[in-house]
């Protein structure tokens, strides 16, 4: 029985070395369709069930972890920017103030789901014209939620966090580790 993560995100991977070497990466094309009755705060957990249940189709015999993370400013979620203007909506609309980024995070194993949310708060200082442009001119913001990458230059607009850091860049580290030592798969 292996230990697989479902995701194609190089940053999850690199985390997740941090709780075991003894793993694999497959990634699935999981329907991402949020019900349209969802609460933002759900969104990521539900997502990430989604993500691992795909994956357990398709290796029933393993134990599969699927993420999703959002960013939620004003109640609204700010997913992958659609473009550069998209980009810059986001990050105007973030600048000086504090939003939430939630991960959500499935475990399945012996046909048994395990999920739960880690929510960590952002703050940015405000961020002039000149400094968002220049961020869009990079290609960081425009394949991440919230349409920047706190690992990378997006660090350079973070006043502030309050929470998991790594559950930021996309992976609850501490909280994924010690809910695979729960159940037993670590």
Do not use: W
Not at 62 to 77: A, L, M
Not at 147 to 153: A, L, N, R, W
């Amino acid at each position: 029985m292996a230990l697989i993560l479902a995701s194609g995100s190089p940053r999850r991977r690199e985390l997740m070395y941090l709780i075991t070497d003894d793993f694999t990466v497959r990634t699935t094309d999981a329907d991402e369709t949020l019900p349209a009755d969802i609460e933002p705060a759900n969104a990521a957990e539900y997502l990430a069930v989604q993500k691992a249940q795909a994956a357990a189709q398709l290796y029933p015999e393993d134990t599969i972890i699927g993420c999703d993370t959002t960013v939620i400013y004003d109640g609204k979620i700010l997913g992958k920017p659609a473009d550069r203007s998209d980009a810059e909506r986001m990050l105007s609309s973030l600048s000086g103030c504090t939003h939430k980024v939630i991960t959500g995070t499935a475990i399945i194993s012996g046909g048994r789901v395990f999920s739960f949310s880690e929510t960590t708060e952002v703050e940015f200082h405000y961020l002039s014209d000149s400094e968002i442009q220049s961020y869009l001119d990079t290609d960081e913001p425009y394949d991440k939620a919230g349409s920047y990458g706190i690992q990378g230059k997006g660090s350079l607009f973070i006043k502030g966090i309050n929470g998991d850091y790594f559950n930021v860049v996309g992976l609850p580290v501490a909280s994924l580790y010690r809910k695979l030592k729960e159940i037993k798969e670590i």
